[in-house]
């Protein structure tokens, strides 16, 4: 475990952390910009360069914007008077630290029989390019469609509504 | 500990506090940016067996985590345009506040 992956394990948790415990929901956006970029640059550290770039572009770039403008958009950037947690909490807070807990005593159990390569991959952008365009054309072309559907359909989720129907 | 151990356990602490969040916030906004999270963590777990898996050259688990953004980018578009509009309906994106289904 080189000393790369510690600050950058740190810094995505540490994010993610700030990003669901602040109270002002504008530092909570912030927060979770960190994380994300926390992420790509542990995917840049697992060598993968591709999906590393994608992630600052779509989470760091796109989904952070997005959120500012929603939280914009509805005054949710006014720190509520009271807690800014949900009546159970505590339901949640315990379901999430079993879900901790199986997953990590899963993966400390199953350590020995986990793969362990030590070479590192030569997967350059021609290669994705080539997968995308010949084996994955079926599921690229669906994600285009999804995309497309997804756009449209927020456009018109977030239309005004007609003043007449009220 | 091997490095895909260490990956693995950092996914799950952020699933975790993803989870966490999604149960606990009253913003709506915050617990999309919680099912966010999650969604970063499995990613994670993608790219960490892709490179440490035998056959890397196959750019299986590296296609999966790439349609996954794709598909958590159109996820989170919509989920926001929903939000912006059930506060027009409500005025408030407090989820306690959301107890009736019909307008």
Redesign the interface.
């Known amino acids: 475990?080189s000393v790369v992956?510690y600050i950058l394990?740190a810094m995505?948790?540490a994010g993610?952390?700030a990003?669901?415990l602040l109270k002002n929901?504008v530092h909570?956006?912030l927060a979770?910009t960190v994380?994300?970029s926390g992420?790509a640059f542990?995917?840049l550290e697992?060598?993968?360069q591709?999906?590393g770039f994608?992630?600052i572009l779509?989470?760091v770039g796109?989904?952070a914007i997005?959120?500012v403008?929603?939280?914009l958009?509805?005054?949710?950037s006014e720190t509520?008077k009271d807690?800014?947690?949900?009546?159970n909490?505590l339901?949640?807070?315990v379901?999430?630290?079993g879900?901790?807990a199986v997953?990590?005593w899963a993966?400390?159990q199953s350590?020995a029989v986990?793969?362990?390569?030590t070479a590192t991959?030569?997967?350059t952008v021609l290669?994705?390019g080539n997968?995308?365009m010949t084996r994955?054309v079926l599921?690229l072309e669906i994600?285009a469609l999804?995309?497309t559907?997804?756009?449209i359909?927020?456009?018109i989720?977030?239309l005004?509504?007609k003043t007449e129907a009220q | 500990?091997?490095?895909?151990?260490?990956?693995?356990?950092?996914a799950?602490?952020?699933?975790?506090?993803?989870?966490?969040?999604?149960?606990?916030?009253?913003?709506a906004?915050?617990v999309?940016?919680?099912i966010?999270?999650m969604l970063?963590a499995a990613?994670?777990n993608l790219?960490?067996?892709?490179?440490?898996?035998?056959h890397?050259?196959a750019?299986t688990g590296?296609?999966f985590?790439?349609?996954s953004?794709?598909?958590?980018?159109?996820?989170?578009?919509?989920g926001?345009?929903?939000?912006?509009?059930i506060?027009?309906?409500a005025h408030t994106?407090?989820?306690?506040m959301m107890n009736r289904m019909k307008g």
């Open positions: 475990m992956f394990a995505t948790i993610g952390l990003a669901m929901t909570c956006a979770v994380a994300f992420l542990l995917f697992l060598d993968a591709f999906a994608a992630q779509v989470y796109a989904v997005l959120v403008f929603a939280i958009l509805t005054r949710g509520p807690s800014v947690y949900s009546k909490w339901a949640g807070l379901i999430a630290a879900v901790f997953l990590g993966v400390l350590a986990l793969p362990h390569e991959p030569t997967v290669d994705i997968a995308l994955y599921p994600v999804l995309l559907v997804a756009m359909g927020a456009v989720v977030a005004h509504e | 500990m091997t490095p895909l151990t260490g990956f693995l356990l950092v799950a602490l952020l699933f975790a506090i993803g989870l966490a969040g999604a149960l606990t916030r009253r913003n906004i915050l999309l940016i919680g966010e999270l970063n990613n994670l790219i960490a067996f892709w490179r440490y898996g035998p890397p050259e750019l590296m296609m985590a790439i349609f953004i794709a598909v958590a980018a159109a996820e989170a578009a919509v926001l345009g929903l939000v912006i509009s506060y027009r309906h994106t407090d989820l306690d």
